[in-house]
């Protein structure tokens, strides 16, 4: 669920080990699955520790997770890297903003998923989004674009390069293509 890397693991020995006995540290995702998520990292008292928690034993110490993070912080990492600039400890929580999936979801879980996971991101960067409307009987991805993509010169680039092309790669036994839904008009709001 959480990879910490052996420096960090080191880091955490040594500060847990300024602490009272039975301390661990608490992994969390503050506002999960929404555009605040934030991941962190806390000491965990023995007297903090909840009967649901998760307990990911390291080197050392163990790392305690509540059971409504879990989820959220699926292929997370947390490393401690010493460069030129000094010493930081670093979080990434690529799920814990949107809950992650199983591979075995229904095919609309999946596609929406990828969609805010992978594509909405890189389409805020123009003022974009796109949301799935519905997938067809004959497999196709339905997609309604707003904001800056409503318009744009490159949409249908972004639909049949990008997002299609990545989809029939990831789920190609089950999506043939995909559709763009949106009426287009171009305007201010419109990245050119």
């Known amino acids: 669920m959480i990879t910490i890397s052996p420096t960090a693991q080191e880091h955490f020995a040594k500060l847990l080990s ?11 995702v503050v506002n999960p699955g929404t555009a605040k998520a934030e991941c962190g990292v806390s000491y965990c008292p ?17 790392a305690m997770v509540d059971a409504d993070s879990k989820s959220f912080l699926e292929e997370a990492e947390i490393d401690f890297v010493t460069d030129q600039m000094g010493s930081q400890l670093t979080l990434k929580a690529p799920n814990a903003k949107l ?20 594509v909405n991101p890189q389409l805020a ?11 067809t009987d004959d497999g196709y991805a339905v997609l309604q674009f707003g904001g800056g993509c409503n318009g ?9 390069d990008g997002i299609e092309t990545q989809l029939i790669e990831l789920m190609g036994n089950e999506i043939k293509g995909v559709k763009d ?12």
Do not use: M, N, W
């Open 46 to 62: 023995a007297d903090a520790v909840e009967p649901d928690d998760i307990t990911l034993p390291f080197e050392g110490f163990s």
């Open 152 to 160: 744009c010169a490159q949409i249908d680039v972004t639909v049949k």
């Open 181 to 192: 839904a949106t009426e287009h008009e171009r305007g201010e709001h419109s990245y050119y």
């Open 125 to 135: 960067g123009h003022g974009g989004e796109c949301t799935l409307v519905e997938i």
């Open 99 to 118: 809950r992650k999936v199983a591979d075995d979801a229904p095919l609309f879980e999946r596609v929406h998923y990828f969609l805010q996971a992978e």
């Open 18 to 28: 300024q602490q009272a006995d039975g301390t661990h540290i608490r992994v969390f």
